[in-house]
């Protein structure tokens, strides 16, 4: 009697956790015929389906349900045994891991934090594709837009783990370090962010500045100022490396953001989620300060 395959099981776990095809084939790091093949050889070996298509949605049948079960806690034990195993880090070698993990964030983590440290994180997962999604709209984990999310507010509900890493520190930098903020002029965020807490603690510190220019992102906003010999408000992240930008220390920035760590419920465990999310921590820690206690993932 032939028995379900390691392969077939878990692509089962994956798919009905992704809900579609393609999410599936991104985490597993394969392509979507070997995800269908996979099933249905599944399929093939127990003698009886195990998935159903509700408009265009998968999800498992009456008896798929009881084998996912079953299929989720070899996934949970096969990680938790991972997790013990020599080299300390959710896997006893870090080049054996494999699959597509994608983390959205806000520009200035990413082009001011994780894509100045990719070097590294590819040396030391050279299995594991990272893709990188900077949105100005916070992506939605339960929908499976992501698998990972930095973000600077932690939503109210959701099924997901978070873990406070971080905070993010404004500062005002000028195009010359003897600039005055309060008679420059200055290019802003665009009006959209209005709402934002550094945003307002900007409006109420300088009210009457002028502004000649708007982006939505810090390093734009950096370019700008420069070629206009104008001030701005950016993450010190950004504008610590924002060539020809000076820090104006004699305003002290008192807003500030608490960034988070998401990742849903149902997939932190798995090794090359493990492997990102711990990545990530390890990088953000020169944005740590001390902020009480945090939920820890």
């Known amino acids: 009697m032939k028995t379900p395959d390691w392969d077939g099981l878990r692509?089962?776990?994956?798919?009905?956790?992704?809900g579609n095809m393609s999410a599936a084939a991104r985490e597993l790091g394969i392509n979507q015929t070997t995800v269908?093949?996979?099933?249905?050889r599944l399929e093939e070996v127990l003698g009886y389906p195990i998935l159903r298509r509700d408009e265009g949605a998968l999800s498992p049948t009456g008896q798929g349900r009881q084998l996912l079960?079953?299929?989720r806690l070899m996934e949970e034990n096969l990680a938790a045994f991972m997790g013990k195993m020599p080299g300390g880090d959710g896997a006893d070698d870090k080049t054996a891991l494999t699959g597509n993990v994608r983390l959205s964030a806000v520009d200035a983590i990413l082009e001011g934090v994780l894509v100045p440290?990719?070097?590294g994180f590819h040396q030391c997962y050279p299995g594991l594709q990272l893709e990188l999604t900077g949105h100005n709209r916070n992506l939605n984990i339960a929908q499976r837009e992501t698998d990972i999310a930095i973000r600077l507010a932690l939503p109210e509900s959701g099924a997901f783990r978070s873990r406070r890493i971080g905070f993010m520190?404004?500062?005002?930098?000028?195009?010359?370090?003897?600039?005055?903020?309060?008679?420059?002029?200055?290019?802003?965020?665009?009006?959209?962010?209005?709402?934002?807490?550094?945003?307002?603690?900007?409006s109420n510190a300088f009210g009457n500045r002028r502004v000649i220019g708007r982006a939505n992102r810090s390093l734009m906003l950096a370019g700008m100022a420069k070629e206009a010999d104008a001030c701005c408000l950016l993450p010190v992240c950004i504008g610590a490396q924002a060539t020809g930008m000076h820090r104006l220390a004699q305003y002290d920035v008192t807003a500030g953001r608490e960034i988070w760590l998401l990742v849903h419920q149902d997939m932190a465990h798995l090794p090359h989620i493990r492997a990102v999310l711990d990545w990530v921590?390890?990088?953000m820690k020169p944005l740590a300060r001390p902020l009480g206690e945090a939920r820890v993932l």
């Open 36 to 40: 269908s093949r996979r099933i249905a």
């Open 117 to 119: 440290a990719f070097g």
């Open 11 to 18: 692509t089962f776990a994956v798919l009905c956790r992704a």
């Open 281 to 283: 921590t390890n990088v």
């Open 169 to 202: 520190e404004f500062a005002i930098y000028g195009a010359r370090p003897d600039m005055d903020a309060h008679i420059s002029p200055w290019v802003d965020l665009t009006e959209g962010f209005a709402d934002k807490p550094e945003q307002q603690w900007l």
């Open 69 to 71: 079960e079953t299929a």
